[in-house]
């Protein structure tokens, strides 16, 4: 089991920046990867940004150049330094952790952190 804890949202002006963090705990063996999420109302959960367990990193085409993920292996947490944020990021953002389990993975989520970017 993994147990995921968000924080760093909030209210912020268009153009503005915000720092979100998730913290995991728990079994964390066999981490394939671990990333963000997120939905807007009547929108499907879509990735934001993740990154592997060997470094790589995957963003969305919409937050490319602007949005940043990094993690602190020993403190067993990943980071999402998100600028130049735009109406269209607000969201629930959601932490993700993907972990190898037979037959294929498990997939563990945070509790979510509203974005709200006012234009």
């Known amino acids: 089991q993994v147990q995921l804890v968000e924080s760093g949202g909030g209210l912020v002006q268009a153009g503005g920046s915000l720092r979100l963090s998730c913290a995991a705990s728990g079994s964390m063996f066999s981490i394939i990867a671990m990333g963000w999420y997120r939905q807007a109302p009547g929108n499907q959960r879509e990735l934001v940004a993740d990154i592997r367990s060997g470094g790589t990193t995957n963003y969305a085409d919409s937050v490319k150049g602007r949005f940043f993920i990094s993690r602190d292996i020993a403190k067993n947490t990943v980071y999402l330094q998100m600028n130049s944020l735009k109406p269209e990021d607000t969201a629930v953002y959601y932490c993700?952790?993907?972990?190898?389990?037979?037959?294929?993975?498990?997939?563990?989520w945070g509790q979510g952190t509203q974005v709200t970017v006012s234009s």
């Open positions: 993700h952790v993907k972990k190898a389990a037979v037959p294929a993975w498990n997939d563990y």
